[in-house]
């Protein structure tokens, strides 16, 4: 890729890119560095500070990609840092410098999530025919694909949507489309994290999730979240909760469904009892709210339960 330089225009302060002139955009030291890309280079400069960069990339056994950083004084350069895990940020100096290669940005994370899929032998389906999937009424539930990042990074930084979930990134830094990337298509591969579908419109109006699944004791978890805020109140939650438990019991073989929801969200409260879930405890005061504590209701099913709250749904 191209070569960005960095120009400090100041005087009486070492010129070196400190964490203040990188982050803090109100900062002297933000204002008065400028990011150049291409670097204004000489053709042999070029080719020797690439030459360096790869060589130092091999040497230290970097995968995928980095960023080297060098200082050329009197046409001599130094090498001062080799990270093998920049900041791949949208707008930051390595995204940049992929743009000005005519690589976009979504090109680019699909590109490094490519060499991460090739390396460690993952299988992820784009083709819409396969994973999960299920079907009710008026929705239907598929395997979250890369297609989706773009409207889940919409949801999951929506304050007011996300604020009764136990892990937000909603306050004080966002939930990135690498998050997304990372959280439910590459980690925890034996989650089944699912896109809600209203099925007149085809619309994609939520998420919804069984994870943490064990199959030592044949239990898991399920959350879910109606990101689309029309659609909210209109039964969607109960359905998709309700699709979740069949293949929870039926496609999976789970003995028990665990779940939780703050004292306060009563929607998730009535879709939890309206589904035949029972209220085993309370955890107090485990949820803070603007800055205010607030309990976490906890709830369980069980097949038994299942089978006969549901017997008609299932054929006996």
């Known amino acids: 890729m191209p070569i960005s330089e960095l120009l400090f225009n100041w005087e009486g302060i070492p010129k070196f890119a400190t964490y203040e002139s990188k982050w803090f955009t109100d900062s002297e030291a933000f204002n008065k560095t400028e990011a150049i ?55 930051i100096s390595f995204a940049v410098s992929a743009n000005v290669a005519g690589l976009s940005y979504g090109d680019l994370i699909k590109t490094i999530l490519s060499e991460a899929i090739h390396r460690y032998n993952l299988k992820i389906s784009s083709n819409k025919k396969e994973g999960i999937s299920q079907n009710g009424p008026h929705i239907a539930l598929n395997s979250v694909k890369l297609e989706h990042v773009p409207i889940l990074t919409k949801w999951f930084n929506d304050s007011d949507i996300c604020k009764y979930m136990e892990t937000s990134y909603t306050s004080e830094s966002e939930y990135s489309e690498e998050k997304i990337i990372e959280d439910f298509i590459i980690a925890n591969q034996g989650d089944i994290n699912l896109i809600i579908s209203e099925k007149e419109s085809k619309k994609e109006i939520g998420f919804c999730s069984i994870y943490d699944i064990n199959p030592s004791n044949q239990s898991a978890e399920i959350s879910l979240l109606i990101g689309e805020r029309e659609f909210q109140g209109k039964g969607y939650g109960k359905d998709a909760t309700e699709l979740m438990l069949y293949i929870a019991f039926n496609k999976i073989g789970l003995n028990r469904i665990f779940a939780t929801a703050t004292q306060r969200n009563n929607p998730s409260v009535r879709i939890l009892e309206q589904t035949g879930f029972r209220k085993v405890g309370v955890m107090r005061e485990y949820h803070f709210l603007n800055e205010e504590k607030l309990d976490e209701i906890l709830f369980e099913m069980i097949r038994a339960d299942y089978l006969k709250k549901y017997k008609k749904c299932n054929g006996n």
């Open 37 to 91: 890309c291409p670097a204004n280079l000489s053709n042999a400069m070029d080719t020797l500070l690439k030459k360096l960069a790869v060589e130092s990339y091999n040497l230290v056994g970097c995968k995928d990609y980095a960023r080297i950083d060098f200082r050329v004084k009197d046409n001599d350069p130094y090498l001062i840092d080799i990270n093998p895990n920049p900041s791949i940020n949208d707008g």
